[in-house]
């Protein structure tokens, strides 16, 4: 199995900044293509963005292109996601996903999910 604990949420004002973490255990990290979705209070989950195993492949919503920033560290089995100028329809809870299928990850298949972690925007 492997465990996703993400970290790093919290309210922010409209305009501000996030920097939200994921950590996985259990297996090895760099096998896994990642993903952050999230779901907002009536809402269906929805695709945020994602990341191949080592990086160099990353896909976002167009809802969060050109805000928000997928990463990884490998060497600390972490994916991050930076999100600048936040907006309201940003909050949401946070969910960390991954599979050893880029493709699982992108249709919101991941085989692991975190417990999530909840982002507060307000005006």
């Known amino acids: 199995q492997l465990q996703l604990v993400e970290s790093g949420g919290g309210g922010v004002q409209a305009g501000g900044s996030l920097r939200l973490s994921c950590t996985a255990s259990g297996r090895t990290f760099s096998r896994y293509a990642m993903g952050w979705f999230r779901q907002a209070p009536g809402n269906e989950r929805e695709f945020v963005a994602a990341i191949g195993w080592n990086g160099g492949t990353t896909y976002y919503s167009d809802s969060v292109k050109g805000r928000f920033t997928i990463s990884r560290d490998n060497a600390q089995n972490t994916v991050y996601q930076q999100m600048n100028r936040l907006k309201d329809d940003d909050a949401a809870v946070y969910y960390c996903?991954?599979?050893?299928?880029?493709?699982?990850?992108?249709?919101?298949?991941?085989?692991?999910w975190g417990q999530g972690t909840l982002v507060t925007v307000s005006s």
């Open positions: 996903a991954a599979s050893s299928n880029l493709r699982a990850v992108l249709a919101g298949d991941s085989d692991y």
